[in-house]
């Protein structure tokens, strides 16, 4: 048997590397820094014994060491390129191994009143402006990989959308892992704030650029101001031999709205975290994921929306689809505090299981500490219909034409409203790729 | 066209059909009429191919080849068309794809090329008129939240997309009311054809009112006990069917 790498191997790491993080020696940032290590020494990565990771066994990522990346790897300027949404016009932020490239980067037109940046160099140059928000939306470390993050926190994206400004464009963050070899672990870190009646749309994507066994460990914080719009899509396309754990962590206040879509097209072992925080009246949250895994893959989706104000809204709607061997977990908890009366919560869940073999597990979780809310919650595990798959068949496609049809429109709803539509186009795009690629090996 | 010898069949290892003869020629219209339980619908789903029918005896051959061996997309690709009694919502999946994916492979089977979007929609919209729907059913997933008339029509719409040399129609009837009924019916009028063959399954005459069959044969106990021409059917509907039942073995109830 070979030793875990166990979160000592990064507590050690971390320590080697802390003196050489942006801005280090800043008491505030320091104090962040070394908490989260302590938290990280403290309460370990997480074990199956945790409640939370029940059906997530994390052995595939402790099997292996993996080295904190370092700045200056190179990606070639033709991957980015390649790597672009057709017809997608955005402001690209491009980041190599979780360090902001500003090279590969296209800011051209940018308007007053937005900021996009790294996050290294506004510690560097302007930390005082980072200070108030870092942490804000994260609240404590839910878990030891994202204490590990907080433990480096360094680099990553900014976004900053001044009051009453409507941005024209997505703007795109653009992660590319493994441009450093294989066995890197990249930790950004993003901060995204959006103030009073601000509106705007960040597409996040992780993509590999070999197929390099890589951990991405990256962590968004979205701080939502009243009045305002915010649409975050997040877009999982690894390799299918990395790693990535993660969270977006959100609040959300008076009278605006958070709308995110979290896509999971590959990954051996995909976890994302979500904690959205409604803090004042009449917030509202709509979460769509879709989740794809074969093979092997793992897919671990946690949600955990909090209600803490009157008349707050919070939509959900996770759709998974699995084949071969795979195995999906989605557990959505809601809160509902005392007080956040008139609460209006749906949530489903709903996966389809291509093979046999495959497995979803499904755990809703609602806390309803108001007398006066509508909270619903679903959630199925299902195969195809052989029904509707006769039906098709009896009109000429044949058992993989059915089977994919059917697949497809499963998987379609949820990327039906999707806005910006290059973005929905191209996700489409890839989610029949997959399709394709995989369908011929069922039954 | 079709010609069944001696066919017996199962389903849940229940015999259903028991030695059911039939000779279907081209651009022949028969009725295949019989009480509830008399292997009307189960003949239906053996000709296309539907899983957890079990043929133990006989043979169903189209064409002059065996049916029995092929899937059900393959029976479809040689032209056999099964309008469903109970036709499967689908959503998601809108007509118009179905229809141009199934079309397609017909027409690939065939040797003939695909449809471009163009000429697919050509044919669609004129097809669409022969059952009086509108556009937008194109455009809907498959039979989701039709109506019972809707549903029936669209299923003679795919009936005239897909040109088949054998259609057969499992109550195509059942649910609908008059004026649907007359759509319905106007549209299989308008698919007959020298060369192409229709199997009415159904329970009642009224169908065949608009639908003027050649022959018309009585289903009981799982083979076929009487035939004759239209003038059957009117007999059967002043009679009922029981007649049948206490002339025919009663030894299985499938009832």
């Known amino acids: ?443 | 066209m079709l010609s069944i010898k001696g066919l017996h069949a199962k389903v849940d290892d229940k015999p259903i059909l028991r030695g059911l003869d039939l000779e279907v020629g081209p651009g022949e219209v028969h009725a295949i009429m019989g009480p509830n339980g008399s292997g009307k619908s189960t003949l239906a789903n053996v000709i296309a191919g539907r899983d957890g029918y079990e043929v133990t005896d006989g043979s169903v051959r189209f064409l002059g080849c065996s049916l029995l061996s092929l899937t059900p997309e393959e029976r479809a690709r040689e032209g056999v068309f099964l309008a469903f009694q109970y036709p499967v919502e689908i959503p998601g999946v809108s007509n118009v794809a179905m229809l141009k994916e199934a079309v397609n492979a017909v027409r690939k089977h065939r040797g003939e090329p695909g449809l471009d979007a163009m000429d697919f929609l050509k044919l669609a919209r004129e097809r669409l008129k022969l059952v009086e729907m509108k556009e937008e059913f194109l455009y809907r997933s498959v039979n989701e939240g039709f109506s019972g008339g809707e549903k029936k029509r669209n299923e003679i719409f795919q009936l005239a997309m897909l040109e088949p040399r054998l259609a057969i129609l499992d109550e195509t009837d059942s649910g609908l009311d008059i004026d649907a009924l007359k759509v319905v019916a106007g549209g299989v009028n308008a698919m007959r054809d020298s060369a192409r063959s229709i199997v009415l399954v159904t329970h009642y005459q009224r169908l065949l009112e608009h639908i003027v069959p050649d022959w018309v044969h009585v289903l009981a106990d799982g083979r076929i006990v009487r035939s004759g021409d239209k003038e059957l059917a009117v007999e059967l509907e002043q009679q009922g069917y029981g007649w049948v039942n206490s002339g025919a073995d009663q030894a299985v109830g499938v009832g």
């Open chain 1, 1 to 443: 048997m070979r030793t875990a790498h166990d979160a000592s191997t990064y507590v050690a790491a971390q320590r080697d590397a802390a003196a050489a993080l942006p801005a280090a020696g800043r008491r505030w940032l320091d104090q962040c820094r070394s908490a989260a290590l302590a938290q990280l020494e403290l309460t370990g990565l997480p074990d199956q014994s945790n409640e939370d990771w029940k059906y997530t066994p994390i052995r595939p990522i402790t099997r292996e060491a993996f080295a904190p990346a370092q700045a200056g790897s190179d990606c070639p300027r033709q991957f980015v390129v390649a790597s672009t949404i057709p017809n997608l016009d955005s402001y690209r932020l491009v980041f190599v191994d979780g360090f902001w490239s500003p090279a590969l980067s296209n800011l051209d037109g940018l308007p007053a009143g937005v900021t996009l940046a790294g996050l290294g160099q506004m510690l560097d140059n302007d930390p005082a402006r980072i200070e108030p928000w870092l942490g804000s939306a994260l609240g404590s470390e839910p878990h030891g990989f994202i204490a590990m993050n907080s433990s480096f926190v360094g680099d990553g994206a900014v976004v900053e959308i001044n009051a009453g400004v409507v941005l024209d464009k997505p703007v795109e963050l653009l992660f590319v892992s493994g441009c450093g070899g294989s066995g890197r672990l990249s930790l950004p870190r993003n901060l995204v704030v959006a103030h009073s009646g601000s509106q705007a749309t960040v597409i996040e994507r992780h993509v590999s650029l070999l197929e390099n066994r890589s951990l991405s460990n990256s962590v968004s914080e979205v701080i939502v101001e009243s009045d305002a719009r915010l649409t975050h899509h997040a877009v999982q396309q690894e390799s299918p031999r990395s790693f990535h754990v993660g969270g977006l962590f959100v609040r959300v206040g008076r009278r605006a709205e958070f709308c995110a879509t979290t896509v999971t097209l590959d990954g051996a072992l995909v976890r994302r975290d979500a904690l959205i925080n409604l803090d004042d009246e009449q917030a509202q949250a709509h979460l769509d994921g879709l989740y794809l895994a074969f093979g092997r893959n793992h897919v671990d989706n946690h949600t955990h929306v909090v209600h803490h104000a009157p008349n707050g809204v919070s939509r959900e709607h996770y759709k998974g689809v699995l084949g071969d061997r795979a195995r999906a977990v989605f557990h959505g908890r809601i809160v509902v505090q005392p007080g956040a009366q008139q609460t209006d919560s749906q949530q489903r869940n709903q996966n389809l299981l291509l093979s046999r073999d495959a497995e979803a597990d499904s755990k809703p979780q609602l806390e309803i500490y108001a007398d006066n809310v509508k909270c619903t919650h679903g959630a199925t595990v299902g195969q195809l219909d052989e029904g509707a798959i006769f039906y098709l068949r009896s009109r000429g496609l044949d058992q993989v034409q059915a089977r994919r049809a059917l697949t497809r429109a499963f998987a379609a709803d949820v990327l039906e409203r999707m806005v910006p539509t290059a973005l929905r186009s191209y996700l489409e795009q890839q989610v029949n790729d997959r399709m394709q690629a995989v369908s011929e090996i069922e039954r």
